[in-house]
């Protein structure tokens, strides 16, 4: 006998006041293990009015254990306690069409109120997610069960399975709790999820909206302060905005800002997550100690008379301009993250002094590689105004490397030339070094020297007022986030650029 059939032989001895406690443990469980059932309960309850006749006495006890249950089952159930809800409180007792009713009210309260305690015991053990990686999280580790509870990641990323298979990578900082296998809460953070057919439905719920699964890969960040957003990687997500009476059907390529009850179309970010086939290089990483080698590499770089500048905005010093401090490489670590147009982060560097050599080596996570636009890394205030040694600093349209000295090459000659970029969500090690006196600027991708670019003239570099992001406001927009920029006033050799890297790298 199907489910279906079994609840229905059930229910009618429920309704007949014939059930035993064997009976009534089974109808518990098939109520707790198949929505569609809970639906159907529903449906039966709105159509007898099961506790019309019940006396006020009872009806309060049950309105308790609706209540209690109200607030910890998830969606699914929520309906069937409404009507629970509605029917000990209605508006016009009618008479049952149950004549068992009408002399046995408080068997019929009391084996509702018995079900809906079950129900809600059952519930709350049962296993939603459970974790199967974590990169440096120190509220949960592997093998942790999920039941419903409300949890607060301060650093690291974790990776999650559903009760239906869903894989979730969520980033910190964060705050979230499943209210089913089937429904997560995102108060805060960031995620990653692949949606299996099993798990279709599967729907994150932000302040600011919903994302329903159609079978897919997409991820949602919830920032502490603005809008969420959807970014839909491959398949289907239904988004509705909290307010919106409408729901809008996004595609793989597609995202929204869900803001002030309305969604709008953004550029996609699908670099901006963690997702789950780089979770155990991180999490290996960390095991092998690269955090600390990475430190202790910084702390030889601090003491190196050569040194410019090192941003790896753990100082906790401001700086100007517009733009996210996010997670950086490691758990618990900062970096700036650059999302809208205009984000900036002004800085003054090198005194205005002319530099004859110069390295400058930055860790990077973009959004995107390549497209309509140059991408800023670091450029100097003003072009053109009769001071050569401007440099400018970006990822072309190609995703390679320029890096152009006023008024020198201006590097679309050796465009395709240069290393590209990755086009995927890893964290990228940029190194570029210019040495006036060879005359030449070198380029690395990830400790791996890429290309040498001749330069016809070799005045020194000028350094002073400078900008990473925006150039110009609107101009040359960086997407993405920048972590430990180095500015060193010597030519790094091939052996110090891989050394660098392979300290800093978070991945084994």
């Known amino acids: 006998m199907n489910p279906d059939e079994r609840f229905e032989l059930l229910w009618t001895d429920f309704l007949e006041g014939d059930l035993d406690a064997n009976g009534m443990a089974e109808l518990q469980s098939l109520l707790a293990q198949h929505s569609h059932l809970q639906e159907r309960a529903t449906d039966l309850l709105q159509i007898h009015r099961l506790l019309g006749v019940v006396g006020q006495e009872e009806r309060a006890s049950t309105e308790v254990f609706a209540r209690e249950v109200l607030n910890r089952l998830p969606k699914t159930g929520e309906a069937f306690v409404g009507a629970v809800m509605r029917a000990v409180n209605p508006s016009s007792p009618s008479r049952s069409r149950f004549p068992w009713l009408s002399w046995r009210p408080l068997t019929a309260a009391a084996c509702l109120a018995l079900m809906l305690s079950a129900w809600w ?11 199967v990686n974590d990169a440096g999280v120190e509220e949960l580790s592997n093998g942790a069960m999920l039941k419903g509870e409300t949890h607060s990641l301060k650093g690291g990323n974790v990776e999650l399975i559903t009760a239906r298979g869903a894989r979730i990578v969520i980033e910190a900082p964060a705050e979230f709790r499943f209210e089913s296998a089937q429904r997560l809460r995102m108060m805060s953070g960031r995620l990653s999820a692949e949606v299996p057919p099993a798990a279709k439905g599967f729907t994150v719920v932000t302040p600011s909206g919903d994302a329903v699964d159609l079978g897919t890969r997409f991820g949602v960040d919830v920032p502490l302060n603005g809008a969420a957003e959807i970014h839909v990687f491959q398949g289907e997500v239904i988004a509705k905005a909290s307010g919106d009476l409408t729901k809008q059907s996004l595609r793989g390529g597609d995202a929204v800002t869900m803001d002030g009850g309305a969604s709008m179309a953004r550029e996609l970010r699908s670099s901006a997550f963690i997702q789950a086939d780089e979770m155990s290089g991180l999490s290996a990483g960390l095991s092998a100690g690269q955090r600390a080698r990475s430190e202790a590499a910084l702390g030889v770089l601090k003491s190196d008379p050569a040194l410019i500048a090192l941003l790896d905005f753990e100082s906790g010093e401001a700086h100007p301009g517009v733009f996210r401090t996010v997670q950086g490489r490691w758990p618990g670590s900062h970096a700036a993250e650059f999302v809208k147009v ?12 002319a530099w004859p050599q110069l390295t400058l080596a930055a860790w990077v996570r973009l959004d ?13 205030d003003g072009w053109k105004r009769n001071e050569p040694g401007m440099i400018h600093w970006q990822v072309s349209k190609l995703g390679t490397m320029w890096l152009m000295i006023f008024p020198g090459l201006k590097g679309n000659a ?3 030339a240069t290393p590209a970029l990755p086009d995927q969500g ?11 006196e060879k005359c030449s600027v070198r380029h690395y991708l ?6 040498e ?13 400078a900008q990473i992001g925006n150039w110009d406001q609107y101009d040359r927009k960086l997407s993405g986030r920048i972590d430990e920029m180095l500015l060193l006033g010597r030519a790094m050799s091939d052996a110090d650029v891989r050394a660098l890297f392979e300290a800093g790298n978070p991945y084994r």
Do not use: C, M, Y
């Open 446 to 451: 990830n400790g791996v020297f890429g290309i």
């Open 414 to 416: 050796t465009e395709a």
């Open 368 to 380: 995107r590689v390549g497209g309509e636009r140059l991408q800023s890394l670091l450029h100097t």
């Open 426 to 436: 890893r964290w990228t090690h940029l190194v570029s070094v210019f040495d006036a």
């Open 342 to 353: 205009g984000d900036h982060l002004k800085l003054d560097v090198g005194g205005g002094r």
């Open 121 to 131: 015991w059952q519930g709350s053990q049962r296993v939603l997610a459970t974790v």
């Open 453 to 465: 670019v001749p330069q016809p003239e070799a005045q020194s570099a000028l350094l002073g007022p």
